[in-house]
């Protein structure tokens, strides 16, 4: 009668307890949920009306991208590398001007917001991130701190983005 084969004992793979809060910060940071998404309300302004402001209004909706693009790049950044140096606050976190200063930088600022957006998605999602742990060289800020900063800041500022689009008649309430 032939050995029996034992099986080999298999490789048993920590499982990452907090998967589910990976998930919905990832879900958070790239879908609508409450909210209009950011491929929404960037979708279908006009050349013309990218640096208008309406009456009443402190903001173009090209400072407005442009914020959400410099803030969320130092969250993204900080929460990396302890190397980043964060602009001055606050000029640093806007443009200088009410419109895009060439044909193709709402395009690019669009484009690095996405590249952004898609980078703390990664962090998040990495088993290996501890989203608990204090960033070292931060002030006792966590990587579940900054990408909930992350999500409520573009939340924020696309809400102002929706309102500028209604008041320039872009955008009718469904």
């Known amino acids: 009668m032939p050995a029996k084969r034992l099986a ?21 940071l790239s879908e609508s949920h409450a909210h209009m998404d950011f491929a929404d309300a960037i979708a279908g302004w006009p050349a013309d009306l990218r640096g208008a402001k309406p009456a009443g209004q ?16 130092d969250i993204v950044e900080f929460t990396k590398s ?3 140096v964060s602009p001055e606050w606050p000029a640093g976190y806007w443009p200088a ?7 193709d930088a709402w395009d690019a600022s669009v ?5 952004d957006l898609r980078a703390m998605g990664r962090i ?25 900063v ?3 800041h573009n939340a924020y500022h696309l809400g102002q983005l929706v309102l500028l689009k209604r008041l320039l008649g872009l955008h009718r309430a469904g």
Request: charged share 30%; glycine share 4%.
């Open 58 to 73: 402190p903001f173009t909706p090209w400072r407005l991208l442009e914020h959400i693009r410099i803030s969320q790049w």
């Open 124 to 148: 998040v999602a990495d088993p290996k991130t501890d989203l608990f742990a204090r960033i070292p060289h931060g002030t006792g800020q966590t990587v579940l701190r900054e990408a909930l």
């Open 97 to 103: 001007g009410d419109a895009p200063p060439a044909p």
């Open 8 to 28: 080999k004992p298999r490789q048993r793979t920590k499982a990452d307890a907090h998967r589910a809060l990976r998930d919905h910060v990832r879900s958070l």
């Open 111 to 115: 484009a690095q917001i996405r590249r």
């Open 150 to 152: 992350l999500a409520d």
């Open 82 to 84: 302890a190397k980043h």
